[in-house]
C-alpha cells in the first residue's frame, strides 16, 4: 500500500535557525500532499498542503514543494520561533507519516 | 463551528474492560475517521465511513476491536475486551467527501488500560 516516509526525530533547533523535515510518498499518480502540525494535547491540524505537481504550499513561513520527479514534499522554514515545537507530520491521502518532534530553543 | 468533538479525553481502565470512544464529526462532513497514535507506529488508520457506511476497516487490529455510526452526527468505537497494549491516543478526523480533502481532527482520547 501507499507508505510515507519523513525524517526521524525529535529534531532540536535553535531560534531563528533554517528548518528541513524530509517527507517522500510513494503513491503513483498524483495525490494531494499535505504537512499537519500537533501542538501537545491536541489533535493534528492542517499547516499547508498542494494539491499538483510543483505545487508551493505555505503557512505562518513554512514552505513545501510538491516535487513529482523526486516524490518528496519537504518541510522548510527560513527562519524558526519556539512557538514552533511541536510534532509535524506528512500525508498522502490518508496515510501519514511517524511524525518529527520539532523543539525550539531560545 | 464547535470543531470535532470526542468524548472523554482521558479514559483509565483495567484489563478485560470495556471501553467506548464518542465522536461527533463537524456537521456537514459526511466522511469521519478513526485513527490510533502510538509512539511505535505513529498514526494508523483504524476505520473510516463515508455517509455513514464503513468503506474500509482494514486497519482495525483485532475483533475486539468494533466502530459504529449511527447517524451523521455520532460515531463509537468499542474495544472489548480491553488490553494493555490498546493504551494509546485515538484521534477521530471528518471531512466532505471530494472537493478540499484536508482532515479535521478532534482533541483526541487518551486510553490507558491498566
Known amino acids: 500500500g501507499d507508505s510515507v516516509t519523513q525524517m526521524e526525530g525529535p529534531v532540536t533547533l535553535s531560534e531563528e535557525a533554517f528548518l528541513t523535515i524530509n517527507c517522500t510518498y510513494t503513491a503513483t499518480g498524483y495525490p494531494s500532499l499535505f504537512w499537519y502540525v500537533q501542538y501537545p494535547g491536541e489533535g493534528l491540524q492542517l499547516l499547508l498542503k498542494?494539491?499538483?505537481?510543483?505545487d508551493k504550499g505555505s503557512n505562518k513561513g513554512f514552505e513545501a514543494t510538491y516535487r513529482k520527479e523526486t516524490t518528496s514534499f519537504h518541510l522548510e522554514k527560513g527562519s524558526v520561533q519556539v512557538s514552533d515545537s511541536a510534532v509535524y507530520f506528512c500525508?498522502?491521502?490518508?496515510?501519514f507519516g511517524t511524525g518529527t518532534r520539532l523543539t525550539i530553543i531560545p | 463551528d464547535a470543531g470535532v468533538i470526542q468524548s472523554p479525553r482521558h479514559e483509565v481502565t483495567e484489563m478485560g474492560q470495556e471501553v467506548t470512544l464518542r465522536c461527533k464529526p463537524i456537521s456537514g462532513h459526511n466522511s469521519l475517521f478513526w485513527y490510533r497514535q502510538t509512539m511505535m507506529r505513529g498514526l494508523e488508520l483504524l476505520i473510516y465511513f463515508n455517509n455513514n457506511v464503513p468503506i474500509d476497516d482494514s486497519g482495525m487490529p483485532e475483533d475486539r476491536f468494533s466502530a459504529k455510526m449511527p447517524n451523521a452526527s455520532f460515531s463509537t468505537l468499542k474495544i472489548q475486551p480491553s488490553e494493555p497494549r490498546d493504551s494509546a491516543v485515538y484521534f477521530c478526523?471528518?471531512?466532505?467527501?471530494?472537493?478540499?480533502?484536508?482532515?479535521?481532527f478532534g482533541s483526541g482520547t487518551q486510553l490507558s488500560v491498566l
Open positions: 478526523a471528518s471531512r466532505t467527501t471530494g472537493g478540499d480533502e484536508k482532515l479535521f
Open positions: 500525508a498522502e491521502k490518508l496515510t
Open positions: 498542494a494539491t499538483k505537481a510543483d
